[in-house]
């Protein structure tokens, strides 16, 4: 199963104008290349990121392997060199590389930090390994790295088994996902470990309620655009399990959304309307409103959008929204500028782009899409939408639906995500 990492890019961006208008796309008017401003896009595949320049399609960089950071602005890429490993960051909007250092044994890149002054690295999955599915094994063993090489990288052996998930915003905490039991997973739990003192601990609820042990699998991840806090969407890999012991079906897969919150250390999980339990990964996406204080769940196939209230983690609304499809192979959505639309992407056999306001959930427009659509991205100006469809990219018009550019550049893997880094 494909985990969405979404890199929520903060920046400052000018409101984009609202849609208006009938269903059908605009034609395409004739703008040429030289018409779309030069912009530096980072793209999310399954193999790592790419960073591309449009509208020429020129290929800065092809990090296979590599991690992006949450602003997306840099890249690490590790790679085995005899006993030791060389890890390399990347400057996103040039693809030059700005630091290199060694570091012993023979390691990949799992998380890094909003600052980019950390770098969690284990060692290499098994090839051909699934990374959603967890390791079997008693002991756990962490480095984390300096990426300039200044400070000495520290290590960590844990009893137990433990995943990195995201650092803390003040880079002294690893929050890390603790597989239960150690040796036959079947539930994870939140932890944190203490990168001075070297101590694993407990991650509390804001309402100091104590650590759940949750059976899920993850499907999205979608970071705050301040870097504070970190969404995950799960669903249930055990029938009839809900966050804090709620009642449920014993037959039901209830999704959730796990808030971790990277500046004050607690966690809590957010339970879903049950319109959206059951469902496959390829239905449900989530996108965080440029203010951060909205957090929106969708569901193309049962045709519901949910708000989340991102500070008091409750959900404010949920709307019915006919996407007319009961298949998708994928499901994208980004806000506009103002957050004033909410972009919904699907792909598949019929491949459609959505426009909804956000204020009276109406479906605004939908625009079909040549190609199989996979990813949604914004220009940081607002003005231009950016969409995947698999291995290539187009431009279009966020107001009318028309495409501006089809960009000269085609992936070697599918793009599942897209950000804009800016010029």
Known sequence: MRLKLVMVI????????????????????????????????????????????????SVLFDGAGAVAGPEGSLVFSASSHGRSTVLKTIEGTTGEIVSTTRIPGDLDVRVVSGSGRGVALMAPLPEGWDPSTPIPRSHTTIVVADPTGAHAPRNYALDGNFEPEAFATDD????????????????????????????????????????????????????????DQLYTLYTSSHPGYAPHGAPVPSDASVSFVHVLSLANGWAHCVGLPRELWNQPASAQTMAASSDGTR?????????????????????????????????????????????????????????????????????????????????????????????????????????TGGELLAVPFTSPVPIAQVSALGA
């Open 295 to 399: 957090l929106y769940i969708v569901d193309s196939v049962r045709g519901m959008v949910s708000v989340m209230d991102t500070e008091t983690l409750e959900i404010l609304r949920s709307e019915t929204i006919d996407f007319g499809h009961s298949v998708v192979a994928d499901t994208s959505a980004k806000l506009s500028a103002d957050d004033g639309t909410l972009f919904v992407g699907t792909g598949g056999e019929r491949s459609i782009l959505y426009a909804i306001d956000t204020t009276t959930f109406d479906m605004t427009h939908q625009w079909p899409v040549s190609g199989d659509l996979s990813g949604l991205g914004l220009s940081v100006d607002g003005l231009r939408l950016y969409v995947a469809l698999g291995d290539h990219l187009a431009v279009l018009d966020p107001t």
């Open 172 to 227: 002294q905490r690893l929050f890390m996902i603790q597989h239960l039991p150690a040796e036959t997973p079947t539930v994870y739990r939140v932890t944190v470990l203490d990168l001075v003192r070297g101590r694993v601990k407990p991650v509390f609820g804001p309402f100091k309620s104590p650590p759940e042990r949750m059976p899920g699998t993850r499907l999205q991840q979608v970071f705050a655009p301040d870097g």
């Open 10 to 57: 903060s920046a400052v961006v000018f409101a984009a104008a609202a849609c208006t208008g009938g269903a059908s796309p605009t034609p395409d008017t004739g703008s040429s290349e030289s018409s779309i401003p030069r912009e530096t896009l980072l793209l999310g595949t399954d193999s790592g990121p790419l960073a591309i320049r449009v509208p020429a399609g």
